[in-house]
């Protein structure tokens, strides 16, 4: 019988523990290669709206068909999202190419 208590009040113990633990929010924002000003600026915006709740952030250009062909693009356009949301969060992994699409993670400041 003992022992089945210490297993209960262990299990109380880990149940309160898990309730007091923080979840990590991960948040996506997806670019094309080719992604227009006007577009960028909105989603940068939600992107700092992100940061500021304390969610991290995913961002990834996604290539289509023969658009693999603007990597360059691509990496210059997730450097210059690190750059403008630099007051609001740091670069957690730089751009990096995965198949298809190249992502960034960018975590809040506390």
Known sequence: MDYKKFLYEQKKRDKALKAKASKVVVKEIRFGPQTDDHDYNFKKKHAEKFLK??????????????????????????????????????????????????????APKK
Do not use: N
């Open 53 to 106: 709740d304390g969610a991290k952030l995913k961002a990834f250009v996604f290539f289509k068909g023969r658009s693999i062909v603007f990597k360059e693009q691509g990496h210059i356009l997730l450097l210059r999202l690190a750059q403008d949301l630099e007051e609001f969060g740091k670069v957690e992994q730089m751009p990096k190419l995965e198949g298809k699409r190249m992502t960034m993670f960018i």
